[in-house]
Structure formats: structure tokens, C-alpha cells
């Protein structure tokens, strides 16, 4: 059961544009909605998270976009960069619970 | 100063076989984490561990049995390896068992059973 679906499954930017990535939700419990950054060859690591008491969260050139009534929330990189080719990774989870369901992933590539 | 390292990198190994991978956090993290990630990326859990207790076991074929001899600590052993075992396998730490815990993942180990 996939609780958390994510698209597109690659995306192809050029540099300086932006890059937006979406994920949507079907546990309305779920509480909790970090983004993880996964180079090639690396394991994944934290970028950002959001709670749904806010509608947006701003972290340098990233920004999570969360819509409550939709059951959704995007990930929008401002002028992208080739360093941020990765695959992102979206996910959902109860604060009040143990795990992290994860999205499907995205692979990013930024062309110079 | 590798925060969640695991060994080995790299596996090849034949069908049948019993293999383990090993995980380590320097992190001082009460719990551990082993994800399956497909040739697809699809990143799943497998196993959690919370100060040496299992608290998370998903529907995972009972071939793969973990072990937390500590928290610092938390292996997987699988036996009878299969072809669709192919994959590669996180580690992953974090202070604590809820989601909003950053997860700390390792560098994973590749597994390509042949």
C-alpha cells in the first residue's frame, strides 16, 4: 500500500531554473513531511522538513510548499544548480509514531 | 569520523549463500534503521531497533534476521540469499524513534547475489 506518492519520476532542469517536486498524502493523521537529498553512491540526508501548522517552510534556495486540504506538498528548488542532481525523496510520518514512509523518489539532473 | 558507517561496501556473492553486513553509529542514537532500496530507488523499511529492541518489523521474508548486540550496533544477517535480495542496504540512526528524529543514513552496502 503506497501511502505516499511522488512525481515526476526524473525531472531535467536547466540551470537557474526551478525545479519542483510533488507529493501527495493519503493518512490524513500524518504529521510530519521531511524532504532527503540522495547523491549517487551516498546514502539519503535530511534537506528540510515541514509540520502542517505552516503552509510553506524557506531554507535557502529550497522551500516546501504544503496544501492540508489536498494532501499535498511540493518541493521547489530556486535557481537550480548542477550540484543539486540527486534523487529526492519525499516523506510522511505521524509524530507520534515510529516510521517514515518514504515517496518513490526523483531523479533531479541540472544541466549546466 | 564517519557518523553511520557500514561493512561491507560491496557484496557479490552466489545464490543460497548466508551473508551478513554490519552497521555502526558513532552518533550516541538510542535507535537503528535497515532500509531496502530497489534498483528503482524505492526506499523501504525493513527493521527498527530502539535501545536493543526490535520495534519496527515489517513483512520481510523471515530470511533476514537482524541483531542489536548494543545501540551503537545493529546487523543483518540473511540467509539463503536470493536473486530478488539484489538490492542496496541503509543503515540509518536517529536520537530517537519518532519521524521527526533525523534519520542519519549510511553510506549503504551494494548486494548483487548472483
Known amino acids: 500500500q503506497q501511502q505516499v506518492k511522488q512525481s515526476p519520476q526524473s525531472l531535467i532542469v536547466q540551470k537557474g531554473g526551478i525545479s519542483i517536486i510533488n507529493c501527495a498524502y493519503e493518512n490524513t493523521a500524518f504529521d510530519y513531511f521531511p524532504w532527503y537529498q540522495q547523491f549517487p553512491g551516498k546514502g539519503p540526508a535530511l534537506l528540510i522538513a515541514?509540520?502542517?501548522?505552516?503552509s510553506e517552510k524557506k531554507e535557502g534556495r529550497f522551500t516546501i510548499s504544503f496544501n492540508k486540504s489536498a494532501k499535498q506538498f511540493s518541493l521547489h528548488i530556486m535557481d537550480s544548480q548542477p550540484g543539486d542532481s540527486a534523487t529526492y525523496f519525499c516523506a510522511a510520518g505521524l509524530a507520534s509514531g515510529s516510521r517514515l514512509t518514504f515517496g518513490e523518489g526523483t531523479q533531479l539532473t541540472v544541466n549546466p | 569520523d564517519t557518523a553511520v558507517s557500514q561493512t561491507p561496501k560491496y557484496l557479490v556473492t552466489q545464490m543460497g549463500n548466508d551473508k551478513s553486513i554490519k552497521c555502526e553509529q558513532n552518533?550516541?542514537?538510542?535507535?537503528m534503521y535497515w532500509y531496502k532500496q530497489d534498483s528503482k530507488k524505492f526506499l523501504k523499511i525493513m527493521f527498527s531497533y530502539n535501545n536493543k529492541e526490535l520495534i519496527i518489523n515489517e513483512t520481510v521474508p523471515n530470511r533476514f534476521s537482524p541483531k542489536s548486540p548494543d545501540k551503537a550496533h545493529l546487523n543483518l544477517h540473511i540467509n539463503s540469499l536470493e536473486l530478488g535480495d539484489s538490492a542496496v542496504y541503509f543503515c540509518?540512526?536517529?536520537?530517537?524513534?519518532?519521524?521527526?528524529?533525523?534519520?542519519?543514513f549510511g553510506p549503504g552496502t551494494r548486494l548483487l547475489v548472483l
Open positions: 552518533l550516541g542514537h538510542d535507535t
Open positions: 515541514i509540520r502542517p501548522d505552516v
Open positions: 540509518a540512526s536517529s536520537r530517537g524513534t519518532v519521524p521527526q528524529e533525523t534519520q542519519y
